[in-house]
């Protein structure tokens, strides 16, 4: 049920005493969107300017897909360089699902869906290492502190972060 679940309509969990992102990472958590309003929506981020990550759909995305976005520092030092990946489609309204990241200190990311791979890639050839910045971590929003890319009409529940690449058999004891 939803007894714990945090509701969005335009709200966002902040979480900023998570400044630094850890270079391996996983992220996980049950999501469920319960309206008819697929917007531009960030799930989970860290992003400001050409810095950091977040997991969202914009708005000329189509209907139920979520991509991982992510800047990195390429071989050069610049941090401009960024990665759309390929992401989660078929998302429907009012069914829950369970996301997980996983994204490796190499650069290595392998996405899951009820616990089930549904991709994995690796990173450009002039990466060099993830990006971050000053800012926190948000549920529901493009980074801590910010009303941007916000996640309504949707539900969330049992939202982890580890700092560590989980395997696939630890992603399916908790899915």
Same mark, same amino acid.
């Given at each position: 049920?939803?007894?714990?679940? %945090?509701?969005?309509?335009?709200?966002?969990?902040?979480?900023?005493?998570?400044?630094?992102? #850890?270079? &391996?990472?996983?992220?996980?958590? =049950?999501?469920?969107?319960?309206? *008819?309003?697929?917007?531009?929506?960030? !799930?989970?981020?860290? @992003?400001?300017?050409?810095?950091? =990550?977040?997991?969202?759909?914009?708005?000329?995305? $189509? %209907?139920?897909?979520? @991509? =991982?976005?992510? !800047?990195?520092?390429? *071989?050069?030092?610049?941090?401009?360089?960024? @990665? /759309?990946? #390929?992401?989660?489609?078929?998302?429907?309204?009012? @069914? =829950? +699902?369970?996301?997980?990241?996983?994204?490796?200190?190499?650069?290595?990311?392998?996405? +899951?869906?009820?616990?089930?791979?549904? +991709?994995?890639?690796?990173? #450009?050839?002039? !990466?060099?290492?993830? $990006?971050?910045? /000053?800012?926190?971590?948000?549920?529901? /929003?493009?980074? $801590?502190?910010?009303?941007?890319?916000?996640?309504?009409? &949707?539900?969330?529940?049992?939202?982890?972060? +580890?700092?560590?690449?989980? *395997?696939?058999?630890?992603?399916?004891? !908790?899915?």
């Amino acid at each position: 049920g939803q007894v714990n679940a %945090v509701q969005f309509n335009g709200g966002r969990v902040n979480l900023q005493s998570i400044t630094q992102t #850890p270079q &391996a990472m996983t992220f996980s958590g =049950w999501f469920k969107k319960n309206g *008819t309003n697929w917007g531009s929506i960030a !799930f989970l981020g860290k @992003r400001y300017g050409s810095t950091g =990550w977040m997991l969202y759909r914009n708005s000329g995305d $189509s %209907v139920g897909y979520f @991509r =991982w976005y992510s !800047f990195y520092v390429n *071989t050069s030092n610049s941090t401009l360089s960024y @990665r /759309a990946w #390929p992401g989660i489609s078929g998302l429907e309204s009012n @069914r =829950w +699902y369970f996301i997980t990241l996983s994204r490796s200190s190499l650069g290595n990311l392998t996405i +899951y869906l009820d616990a089930k791979v549904i +991709y994995q890639g690796n990173p #450009p050839t002039d !990466f060099k290492e993830w $990006s971050d910045n /000053a800012y926190g971590i948000a549920i529901g /929003a493009e980074r $801590s502190g910010s009303s941007n890319w916000l996640c309504n009409e &949707a539900v969330l529940d049992d939202i982890a972060i +580890y700092g560590e690449v989980l *395997t696939q058999g630890q992603i399916q004891q !908790f899915y």
